[in-house]
């Protein structure tokens, strides 16, 4: 980790800076993900009930390693932050990359930089393919805020996709984090179908019916407001599945409420 330890060195006064990493079974992806962030200070990866080689490769690129069982998102997310020994922690997905550009700029910002929180902004890629415009709701998001100061930042209860507090001074980034969101668009539907899985059970226990009325403005906000217009199949798709993802909510609520009362 010797790359580490020189731009530590470099930073100054700024502060250590940790990268974390939340995965599970990533041994395909998370050597490349771990390669992209030796502008930290240390490297955690927090392993979720992980069955590959993950660990091992995370071990050989010198992370630092954290294994439990986490059922609800915000329980592992939290574990991860907490775990960070970091003056500030930088929140990267295995699907995730960080340019040299993005590193370079992280450690400029971080010694004038007060308490609180960067928006980093994302390229988001549908296979080798950059999609820019449509993101938002369960598909993906423009920009993040995944650059923070430790104690700045909770993650709040939910299976997929949960609620943040976050709290200081918000700043905003210029390079991109790199993302690869699915491989295809079979991977896209797939993806579909196991977070309405997942949102439908967070309704369910919450006693919350889902809006189907939410369908029609999600479609519209993604292919008009946001252009997803643009992106020609790519971006009907994006649309496509915002406005389902509601509908299916509903349906998988619904089901399962019928199914439970025949029993």
Not at 51 to 68: H, K, L, M, S
Not at 92 to 121: M, N, Q
Not at 169 to 187: G, I, K, Y
Not at 199 to 206: E, G, I
């Amino acid at each position: 980790m010797a790359a580490m330890g020189e731009a530590a060195g470099a930073a100054g006064g700024a502060g250590r800076l940790s990268a974390l990493v939340v995965a599970r079974d990533e041994e395909a992806r998370i050597a490349d993900c771990l390669a992209s962030l030796r502008f930290a200070d240390e490297i955690v990866v927090l392993l979720d009930r992980s069955r590959d080689r993950t660990g091992e490769i995370a071990r050989a690129a010198g992370a630092r390693i954290v294994e439990g069982a986490w059922e609800l998102e915000a329980d592992r997310r939290n574990a991860g932050i907490a775990a960070c020994g970091g003056d500030w922690i930088l929140e990267v997905d295995a699907d995730e990359r960080a340019t040299p550009a993005l590193g370079a700029e992280i450690r400029a910002a971080l010694p004038a930089a007060p308490d609180g929180y960067f928006i980093v902004p994302m390229a988001n890629h549908v296979g080798t393919h950059l999609v820019r415009h449509g993101w938002g709701a369960y598909n993906g998001v423009a920009a993040k805020p995944i650059l923070f100061r430790k104690g700045t930042k909770r993650v709040l209860e939910g299976r997929v996709h949960p609620k943040i507090e976050i709290t200081g001074t918000r700043a905003a980034l210029h390079n991109p984090l790199v993302h690869f969101v699915d491989r295809d668009l079979s991977d896209m539907i797939a993806r579909l179908n196991r977070y309405t899985d997942l949102a439908a059970l967070d309704a369910r226990d919450a006693g919350r019916k889902p809006q189907l009325g939410q369908a029609v403005r999600r479609f519209w906000k993604s292919y008009v407001a946001r252009h997803g217009h643009r992106e020609g199949a790519y971006g009907l798709a994006l649309a496509t599945f915002s406005a389902l993802y509601p509908l299916l909510i509903f349906l998988k609520v619904a089901t399962a409420r019928d199914g439970s009362k025949k029993e």
